[in-house]
């Protein structure tokens, strides 16, 4: 379980966290929605202990992550952010086997080259897997990394807005895999996402912020509705469910001016 | 031609290279001349690999092909020391301070600029690269600018010893520092060896690193130590090449279309050794010694690096 | 004191209102604050120019010197604006690094070629930053940088949108070539003509656009009378501060204002990165 204890985080002037707690179930998928500059990015980052927050701490599986070594924290918690721009000669299968450094570092072992296959399966990319990064697709690059976190088979999965610059078809691919990795290895999944339809359909609970601090925080049925959704992004939305499936329609949302 | 048989190539070019400057044109007295050769040979095969080995690894931790640590400011702390000694003892110079007392002060003073460098970028944990290469781009041009009014003003007798210092050249090295240089270079180069994966990783970015379970900070600041090291010696010992790396390293990444460091880096030691011993051949043969190496390849290096950037999409 | 005295004075303001100026246009022309013509190689081309001057030209005067340092400052600008245009949309320290790569490159060619002539303490002297050996006679050239200043003003807004890439350009009309061929040629122009009569002054463009923004925005046709202004008086001072320190002998003025100059600027980007 991963425990969030007022964490504040502040550049000069600017309050960019404000004493945020929050407990992430295990198992789940929990996405954190909200509106540009709310904060997800940045504690995502924290969590992840990319960046050092100014108060508070972050405590996994009972442990603050500061007393974790780097090597073993690696081992626990794994985070993607946007795709790097990689000029390196690096096929994908190498790109994967990276996954596996923090067990071997880079001495890849028989276990370490079967768990690098069954990610490359996972994500389906055993077609390609020899080609170089720099040549592919979107899609396929971003596939590729999340490949590499998945070899590096850590319980907590983090994700920063992993559906940037993905078409439609890729970015149902991605998310069908995170809920994948979810039932299937019993991954705990934090992401932050921008698409509310996403969240919508793929999470089991989501973290609403806005300003800095979490306003809501609860199982998606109870987020995604007009006037939780309303307060968090200011404008008007509206719910439409069909067949189990929630779609928030904020396309309408200024018929009012015509 | 597969990595192994390309490595295979470049060494038996570097060998051939290796002796024809032992043996062309041997004259009579040949023991003490090959004795005198080996010994720049073998300097100038020492300089080549610390120069390889310090920018191929500066441009990893920079994530960047086009930067070398000549930019940080290391050579010019170099020249302004020169530059300083022979103008306050003017001609007196080699009587106060021998070579090999310039040689260790020197190496003194751009490992203590490295320091303070490093101080000021990584307090408080923040690590910048380019910040801390923007600050070593600042003080290297403060120092030229004292190092060339300083020059203004000396006598041009005198500021034929500086010309001397300016450009590198293995005409006039001496035989005690040559060992103290091999000792730096494979010291360096063992502690460097045992964290070759490491370099591997830090090249995928330092989010990635740390998400791999890096200790970031640590392994730069030991691997910027590493080239503060190389560059101070390899400089102090010949003086300045400042396009050398930039040229070998992206010669290098375009024969060896590879990630691996373990790949790279003993790459990198050969193509720069056949650039150093083919550049000095030229210098002597063709040149007749009317110009230096390090001017040689400058001006090539340079010239590759323009025709780099013009014609690179992404840098 | 009208030999020496007056002259000296003007040189000093012109040259410093020239050189500020050029920064600030370079900087307008790549958006980009810490463009200048020290980290972008325009300095190491005057000298190229100088060298190409004394090798072919041996006997001429200032003004045949002006001629080759213009043509070889144009032409390095031109190069320069089309480099930083490849990596602009990389971290912003990126282009005045590669900035000067490219100067220390076209300072190797001139290396190169100044070693096997003899020539390089020779070509070194002209670049010294001096204002001690302007007499009436010799400095006039300098007057050449006013036209240049005058442009600017005019065209101030213009070299702006000219930063914010070809195709913004198009969009508002402006013919972009043109427009960006008038810009490096009022940089050309100043920088050569300083150079020649007074010898490089490093920092200068880089430093007092900065201060003036810091100050007072980045309004352009607020600031640039201002950088004007600023660049001049940091100059005075800076030469004021050099004839004092070791009276009666005289710092050189490239000297003081590399050194205070480089300081300031340090101190700058410390700051900025807290």
Not at chain 2, 237 to 255: K, Q
């Amino acid at each position: 379980m991963i425990k969030i204890e007022n964490i504040s985080k502040n550049y000069s002037e600017k309050i960019v966290l404000d004493k945020v707690s929050l407990e992430i179930p295990k198992g789940k998928i929990t996405s954190i929605i909200g509106a540009n500059g709310a904060g997800k990015s940045t504690l995502l980052s924290i969590i992840s202990r990319l960046l050092k927050q100014n108060h508070g701490s972050i405590i996994i599986d009972k442990k603050n992550i500061e007393d974790y070594k780097n090597r073993i924290l690696a081992q626990h918690l794994s985070i993607l952010k946007q795709s790097n721009h990689l000029d390196l000669k690096l096929t994908v299968k190498e790109l994967v086997s990276f996954g596996r450094f923090p067990y071997s570092q880079g001495r890849l072992t028989a276990e370490d080259h079967e768990k690098v296959d069954e990610a490359i399966a996972f994500l389906d990319l055993k077609s390609i897997e020899n080609s170089f990064v720099d040549e592919l697709s979107g899609g396929q690059k971003q596939r590729a990394f999340l490949a590499m976190v998945v070899a590096q088979d850590t319980e907590y999965i983090l994700l920063d807005e992993p559906l940037n610059n993905l078409d439609m078809k890729h970015s149902v691919q991605i998310m069908r895999t995170l809920r994948k990795l979810c039932k299937e290895k019993g991954k705990t999944i934090i992401i932050v996402i921008h698409e509310i339809n996403f969240a919508a359909n793929y999470s089991d609970y989501i973290v609403a912020m806005k300003d800095g601090k979490i306003r809501h925080y609860d199982t998606t049925k109870n987020i995604i509705n007009p006037k939780v959704l309303n307060d968090i992004f200011d404008i008007n939305f509206e719910i439409i469910e069909k067949k189990e499936q929630l779609f928030c329609d904020y396309f309408s949302a200024l018929k009012d001016i015509y | 031609m597969s990595i192994p048989n390309k490595i295979f190539t470049l060494v038996l070019i570097t060998l051939i290279l290796s002796g024809l400057f032992l043996f062309y044109k041997l004259p009579n007295n040949w023991e003490y001349a090959l004795e005198r050769r080996s010994f720049k040979v073998a300097s100038m095969l020492i300089v080549s690999c610390c120069i390889a080995y310090s920018s191929l690894v500066f441009q990893t931790l920079t994530n960047n092909k086009i930067l070398t640590p000549s930019i940080m400011g290391f050579e010019a702390v170099y020249l302004l020391f020169q530059t300083l000694i022979v103008f306050v003892y003017g001609d007196k110079t080699f009587q106060v301070i021998k070579n090999s007392d310039n040689f260790f002060i020197s190496i003194g003073l751009m490992m203590l600029f490295a320091f303070l460098l490093f101080i000021l970028i990584f307090k408080r944990g923040k690590s910048n690269m380019y910040f801390l290469l923007l600050i070593g781009l600042v003080l290297g041009t403060l120092f030229g600018t004292v190092s060339s009014f300083l020059q203004l003003v000396i006598d041009p007798n005198e500021f034929l010893i500086i010309e001397g210092q300016m450009f590198a050249s293995f005409n006039k090295i001496n035989t005690d520092l040559f060992w103290y240089a091999l000792a730096f270079m494979i010291l360096s180069f063992i502690i460097g060896f045992r964290q070759i994966k490491n370099l591997d990783v830090i090249a995928l970015g330092k989010e990635a690193a740390v998400n791999l379970g890096l200790d970031y900070d640590k392994t730069v600041k030991l691997y910027l130590f590493i080239i503060a090291v190389l560059v101070a010696v390899s400089t102090a010992l010949v003086g300045p090449m400042t396009f050398l790396g930039i040229l070998v390293t992206n010669l290098t990444y375009e024969l060896f279309k590879t990630y691996k460091h373990s790949i790279l880096i003993p790459a990198c030691c050969l193509v720069s050794c056949i650039a150093v011993l083919g550049g000095q051949f030229i210098v002597e043969q063709v040149f007749n010694f009317n110009t230096t190496i390090s001017i040689i390849i400058n001006f090539v290096g340079g010239i590759y690096f323009m025709f780099l950037l013009l014609k690179a999409k992404k840098i | 004191m009208s030999i020496s005295r007056i002259p000296r004075t003007v040189a000093l303001i012109l040259a410093g209102v020239g050189m500020s100026i050029c920064g600030l246009i370079m900087q307008q022309m790549t958006q980009n604050r810490f463009v200048a013509p020290t980290t972008a190689g325009t300095l190491d081309a005057a000298k190229m120019g100088i060298l190409a001057s004394i090798l072919f030209a041996s006997q001429s005067g200032n003004f045949t010197r002006i001629l080759f340092a213009f043509g070889f400052t144009f032409l390095a600008s031109i190069i320069f604006l089309k480099i930083a245009d490849r990596i602009r949309y990389r971290n912003i320290i990126f282009v005045p690094l590669v900035g000067l790569m490219f100067g220390g490159i076209l300072n190797s060619i001139t290396t190169f070629f100044a070693y096997k002539n003899n020539v390089v303490q020779n070509v070194n002297a002209w670049m010294v930053g001096d204002f001690s050996g302007i007499l009436q006679g010799n400095y006039e050239l300098v007057y050449l940088s006013i036209p240049a200043v005058v442009i600017t003003y005019l065209y101030a807004n213009k070299f702006t949108v000219v930063g914010m890439g070809e195709n913004f350009s198009k969009n508002l009309g402006l013919n972009y070539r043109t427009v960006l061929n008038i810009g490096l040629f009022c940089v050309a122009l100043t920088v050569s003509v300083v150079v020649l009569t007074v010898g490089t002054i490093p920092f200068l463009g880089l430093v007092i656009p900065n201060i003036v923004s810091i100050l007072y925005g980045d309004n352009l046709r607020k600031t640039l009378p201002i950088t004007a202004v600023f660049g001049a008086i940091f100059l005075l001072i800076c030469d004021i501060i050099g004839r004092l320190i070791i009276f009666p002998f005289e710092v050189p003025i490239g000297m003081t204002v590399g050194i205070v100059g480089g300081v300031i600027f340090l101190i700058l980007l410390i700051k900025k990165q807290r």
